[in-house]
């Protein structure tokens, strides 16, 4: 499925099959998830990918040796600016990403770097394991960002809040949930998923928070969360694009309250989000769709008529 320009759907397309450089892997696409990140794409909000594009980051493939191995975001890096000599690939100056710079896994192979693959656990299948690649993996980063944040309030409730939320349980941090206004399908999702307590992101929490995690990509959101905060708290922004953030008052970040976002991956990111998620165990609800019907995918996405994640299959 091919983005010819930002703006028009996807195109079904033919393609001569992708030829594996230099430490690179071909994979039969098996599975791959469908990311908010791959709206912004399609509608143009994020500005320069390669054109024409196979969108898709959450890749489950098989390689010729009939390994399983997931293809995140992060395709990548040029291993020595910087960041990537800090520890900060995810900041990378020359990182390309799967799926905007790469050709991704709206499709039925797929070319990738082997040393930014990751091993899929044994205890998902290729549907279920694809929304961990990004929605698990950043949604992952960002919970770490909120430090030992006891009170945790997750804003948008989709595939990245689904998983969120069980390894916040796991971890034993109390989960708050915000929907769009009136969402009562995704306030019982939430608390069927441990949320203690599930209402519209226009709603107070019953208790103050200490984090709070933005994956609605809605900029008047930062404000209402920050008004939700004790002392100390931060909000984490954890999406790629938002709307524009407001001016609110000085007041609701005084108390030593942050404000902070989340980019990208890094592949020890990967591996220890990999590697925890079959104990928690996180268990991924998905919605699995032809790869032929991807524009569904995403349009059901933008309307958010998504419970936990798309993924779509070859
Ligand atoms: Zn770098
Ligand atoms: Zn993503």
């Excluded at 909000?45 to 399983?68: A, F, M």
């Excluded at 769009?180 to 306030?187: I, L």
């Excluded at 404000?223 to 524009?244: E, N, Q, R």
Aim: hydrophobic share 40%.
């Amino acid at each position: 499925m091919v983005l010819e320009r930002p703006g028009q759907p996807l195109r079904a397309a033919e393609l001569p099959d992708p030829g594996p450089g230099t430490g690179q892997v071909l994979l039969e696409v098996r599975a791959c998830g469908v990311c908010r990140t791959d709206l912004h794409v399609v509608e143009g909000e994020l500005p320069h990918p390669k054109l024409p594009l196979v969108p898709g980051h959450q890749i489950v493939g098989v390689d010729g040796d009939g390994r399983r191995l997931g293809v995140p975001w992060l395709g990548w890096t040029d291993g020595d600016c910087r960041y990537c000599t800090r520890g900060l690939e995810n900041l990378c100056d020359g990182a390309r990403f799967t799926g905007y710079d790469l050709d991704g896994g709206y499709a039925e192979r797929v070319v990738a770097d082997e040393r930014f693959c990751l091993p899929i656990p044994d205890a998902y299948t290729d549907e279920q394991a694809a929304p961990l690649l990004c929605a698990g993996l950043i949604g992952y980063r960002s919970l770490r960002m909120t430090g030992d944040a006891e009170r945790l309030g997750l804003y948008g409730f989709g595939a990245s809040a689904h998983i969120v939320a069980q390894v916040a349980r796991h971890q034993g941090r109390r989960v708050f949930a915000f929907t769009k206004p009136g969402d009562r399908g995704g306030q019982a999702f939430a608390r069927e998923l441990g949320a203690e307590w599930a209402g519209g992101s226009d709603e107070r929490p019953p208790d103050e928070l200490d984090a709070a995690i933005l994956f609605a990509p809605a900029g008047e959101l930062v404000p209402t969360a920050l008004a939700a905060l004790a002392k100390g708290g931060t909000v984490v922004c954890a999406g790629i694009h938002m709307s524009d953030v407001p001016s609110f008052p000085y007041e609701l970040l005084w108390g030593e309250r942050q404000v902070r976002s989340v980019a990208n991956l890094t592949r020890a990111d990967g591996d220890e989000f990999l590697a925890l998620a079959p104990q928690v165990p996180v268990q991924t609800r998905v919605e699995v769709f032809p790869l032929t019907d991807a524009n569904e995918a995403l349009e059901r996405l933008r309307a958010g008529g998504i419970t936990g994640a798309a993924v779509l299959v070859p």
